[in-house]
T-cell receptor, first 112, second 113 residues
Framework: GENVEQHPSTLSVQEGDSAVIKCTYSDSASNYFPWYKQELGKRPQLIIDIRSNVGEKKDQRIAVTLNKTAKHFSLHITETQPEDSAVYFCAVRTDSWGKLQFGAGTQVVVTP | ETGVTQSPTHLIKTRGQQVTLRCSSQ?????VSWYQQALGQGPQFIFQ???????GRGNFPPRFSGLQFPNYSSELNVNALELDDSALYLC????????????FGQGTRLTVV
């Protein structure tokens, strides 16, 4: 089955700096790569996603890049703010049915 | 908010008991997936339901079972609860096809004592 590895497990950044989280996957048939943000005690919230026919996608301060050849994708957060502090999960979908395989998560702490 | 609702929000059960968790999917979505999220870990796929049929299952024993109803809402049943079943149970609704973003409910926190 699909194997998703996520790094780093924790990330501390100063407010205003950038944060980068990387994920690798094993199944070349994977076609959809969402990122979720989960604040303590709350549901995972979809923040950005990318499909296999696109290399990069941006939404304000958040961007995701996908390298299909190397089988990795990354989340980039620029101009970080304290409210960006949360756990971020990458996920991979291999079929068209919406079943997701998640990474282990990255705890991001943005210090003022 | 996503429109995906789960009940109850918290539950405490004793080892060996049975539990039923419920999920109402977002309007327009016909697929419900269930995930188990242990503390400090990513969600793990349990199974998925589409048109009232199980459509794929993760690495969970048969004592984890489910149902989907004609209105696409769903139930997760766990029999013979074990201490390790303590976790946040999340349901996610989506639609089939290319546009299949999954939106999560707020989860049910199950504690087995």
């Amino acid at each position: 089955g699909e194997n998703v590895e996520q790094h780093p497990s924790t990330l501390s950044v100063q407010e205003g700096d950038s944060a980068v989280i990387k994920c690798t996957y094993s199944d070349s048939a994977s076609n959809y790569f969402p990122w979720y943000k989960q604040e303590l005690g709350k549901r995972p919230q979809l923040i950005i996603d990318i499909r296999s026919n696109v290399g990069e996608k941006k939404d304000q301060r958040i961007a995701v890049t996908l390298n299909k050849t190397a089988k990795h994708f990354s989340l980039h957060i620029t101009e970080t703010q304290p409210e960006d502090s949360a756990v971020y999960f990458c996920a991979v979908r291999t079929d068209s049915w919406g079943k997701l395989q998640f990474g282990a998560g990255t705890q991001v702490v943005v210090t003022p | 908010e996503t429109g995906v609702t789960q009940s109850p929000t918290h539950l405490i059960k004793t080892r060996g008991q049975q539990v039923t968790l419920r999920c109402s999917s977002q309007s327009g979505h016909n697929t419900v997936s269930w995930y188990q999220q242990a503390l400090g870990q990513g969600p793990q796929f349990i199974f998925q339901y589409y048109r009232e049929e199980e459509n794929g299952r993760g690495n969970f024993p048969p004592r984890f079972s489910g149902l989907q109803f004609p209105n696409y809402s769903s139930e997760l049943n766990v029999n013979a609860l074990e201490l390790d079943d303590s976790a946040l149970y999340l349901c996610a609704s989506s639609s089939t096809g290319l546009k299949t973003e999954a939106f999560f409910g707020q989860g049910t926190r199950l504690t087995v004592v």
